[in-house]
């Protein structure tokens, strides 16, 4: 059977870029936005990486970061999910459109930091195993289709940490993230690769 690394996480423990997030709301709105981030932070967050031999990837990854991963030994294949309570709470906020806007942005910044948390975990197996890391890359960025959420959830038990595939091959809960890691002796992270990126309408993307 495959080794799964389960993990959860309160979301008060991800430390928020206020910076950024006053500048995309407005000064005068952040007393309310302080008061969505404390409805979030109780949130329990859950994730889950496996590692697989190169080999064992039949991933079309498309021409912007398929030679990352090349050179890849193994890959690290992660999902995370801020879950059912997440939405619940977004949800609550739809009768006031600005705050639905502020609340769903927040959440994406808490996922982003879900991300970067797991990411932390996969660096540090690749440390323990003399191994480099590469940026993180997920289906539907990049020029990696979305469709390819199919191969990458085959890797995990069905439904992992509660969360299920639509059709359309986005995930359920919609706070929730996936992605592969390359590694391997001549993997190495790069500063601002999404920089690169030919991808117009990526969210991190218009962070940068």
């Known amino acids: 059977m495959r ?18 997030i006053t500048r995309l709301i407005g000064h005068e709105f ?12 109780s949130v329990e967050a859950k994730g889950a990486f496996t590692i697989i031999h190169a080999s064992e990837s039949n ?31 977004i949800d609550s906020n739809r009768s006031d459109p600005f705050e639905y806007y502020m609340v ?11 991300a970067g948390y ?7 197996y690749a440390t323990e195993a003399s191994y480099g890391f590469s ?5 539907g960025y990049c020029g990696w289709s979305v469709i390819e959420q199919k191969k990458l ?5 069905e439904n992992p940490c509660g969360i299920r595939l639509t059709e359309s091959c986005l995930m359920d809960p919609v706070k929730s993230v996936s992605g592969a890691i390359a590694l391997g ?9 999404c920089k690169k990126c030919e991808e117009i309408n990526c969210l991190y993307k218009s962070k940068l």
């Open 104 to 114: 769903d942005f927040i959440a994406s910044q808490f996922a982003e930091g879900m």
């Open 135 to 139: 940026n993180r890359y997920s289906p």
């Open 118 to 124: 797991i990411h932390d975990k996969i660096k540090k």
């Open 153 to 157: 959830f085959g890797f995990f038990p």
């Open 30 to 41: 952040i007393v309310d936005a302080d008061r969505l981030i404390d409805q979030l932070a």
């Open 185 to 193: 002796p001549d993997v190495k992270y790069q500063e601002y690769g």
């Open 59 to 89: 991933f079309n990854y498309g021409n912007q970061i398929a030679p990352v991963f090349l050179k890849a030994e193994n890959i690290a294949l992660f999902v995370a999910t801020m879950g059912k309570e997440s939405k619940q709470i």
């Open 3 to 20: 080794e799964i690394s389960e993990f959860s996480l309160k979301l008060s423990s991800i430390k928020l870029d206020k910076g950024e």
